[in-house]
C-alpha cells in the first residue's frame, strides 16, 4: 500500500522542548517537502529536499530543521526558537517536478 | 513577487447551485497549476492540475477549471455541487523552482443539503 505516512497524529509540546515529527514515504519519490499550515493562511514551505543528503530552506524555515539521510524519510524538528509553533503540519512528496502527494498531517499543540 | 490569490475565504451554497471558485497567479516563467482539496478529517489530495496543452482540464468528482494566461488565472468549476463537496480548496502554483509550490489562502465550501 503506497503512500506517505506522518507521526504522531498530535503532539505536545512543552515551553523549551524541541519536537521531531516523522515523515515517512515508499512511493519512491525523490523529493520531499514540509508545509505548515495555518487557518486563513494556506500551506507555507518550511523545507524542501530535492535528493538524499541535500535541503533548501523554504519561506518560513526560522525555527525549524530538517535531515535527509535516506530517501524514504525526512523528519521535521521543531525547535525552542520557533516561537509559534502551533499549527497543522504537512508532509509531502513528489517525483521531481511532479506532482505533490500529501500525508495525513501532524497536528502540533503546545502546553 | 511571486504568489496566488483566491478571491473567496468562504462560499455557502446550496445543493445543485453552480461554483466557481477564483484563483490568480504572479509568477515569472512556465506555470504548472494546481487545485487541491482537503475534506473534513482527510489528507490534502489532488483535484486536478495544468501543465500545458488543452488550458480546459478535468479533473475528479466533476470539477474543471480553466488556464486563461492572459488574466493569470486559473479558476476551479462545478456545474452543480453536492454536500459531499463541503471541503477546503486550495489553488497552487509551480514550474521553475525545483517542484517547489505556492499555495493560496484556500476557500472553504459549505453545501447545505
Known amino acids: 500500500d503506497g503512500g506517505i505516512t506522518q507521526s504522531p497524529k498530535y503532539l505536545f509540546r512543552k515551553e523549551g522542548q524541541n519536537v521531531t515529527l516523522s515523515c515517512e514515504q515508499n512511493?519512491?519519490?525523490?523529493?520531499m517537502y514540509w508545509y505548515r499550515q495555518d487557518p486563513g493562511q494556506g500551506l507555507r514551505l518550511i523545507y524542501y529536499?530535492?535528493?538524499?543528503?541535500?535541503?533548501q530552506k523554504g519561506d518560513i524555515a526560522e525555527g525549524y530543521s530538517v535531515s535527509r539521510e535516506k530517501k524514504e524519510s525526512f523528519p521535521l524538528t521543531v525547535t525552542s526558537a520557533q516561537k509559534n509553533p502551533t499549527a497543522f503540519y504537512l508532509c509531502?512528496?513528489?517525483?521531481?517536478?511532479?506532482?505533490?502527494?500529501f500525508g495525513p498531517g501532524t497536528r502540533l499543540l503546545v502546553l | 513577487a511571486q504568489s496566488v490569490s483566491q478571491h473567496n475565504h468562504h462560499v455557502i451554497l446550496s445543493e445543485a447551485a453552480s461554483l466557481e471558485l477564483g484563483c490568480n497567479y504572479s509568477?515569472?516563467?512556465?506555470?504548472?497549476l494546481f487545485w487541491y482539496v482537503q475534506y473534513p478529517g482527510q489528507h490534502l489530495q489532488l483535484l486536478l492540475k495544468?501543465?500545458?496543452?488543452?488550458?480546459l482540464v478535468k479533473g475528479i468528482k466533476g470539477f474543471e477549471a480553466e488556464f486563461i494566461k492572459s488574466k493569470f488565472s486559473f479558476n476551479l468549476r462545478k456545474p452543480s455541487v453536492q454536500w459531499s463537496d463541503t471541503a477546503e480548496y486550495f489553488c497552487?502554483?509551480?514550474?521553475?523552482?525545483?517542484?517547489?509550490?505556492?499555495f493560496g489562502q484556500g476557500t472553504e465550501l459549505s453545501v447545505k443539503p
Open positions: 509531502a512528496s513528489s517525483e521531481r517536478s511532479e506532482t505533490q502527494y
Open positions: 512511493l519512491n519519490h525523490d523529493a
Open positions: 529536499s530535492q535528493i538524499v543528503n541535500d535541503f
Open positions: 509568477y515569472g516563467g512556465t506555470v504548472n
Open positions: 495544468y501543465f500545458s496543452g488543452d488550458p
Open positions: 497552487a502554483v509551480g514550474g521553475n523552482q525545483g517542484g517547489k509550490l505556492i
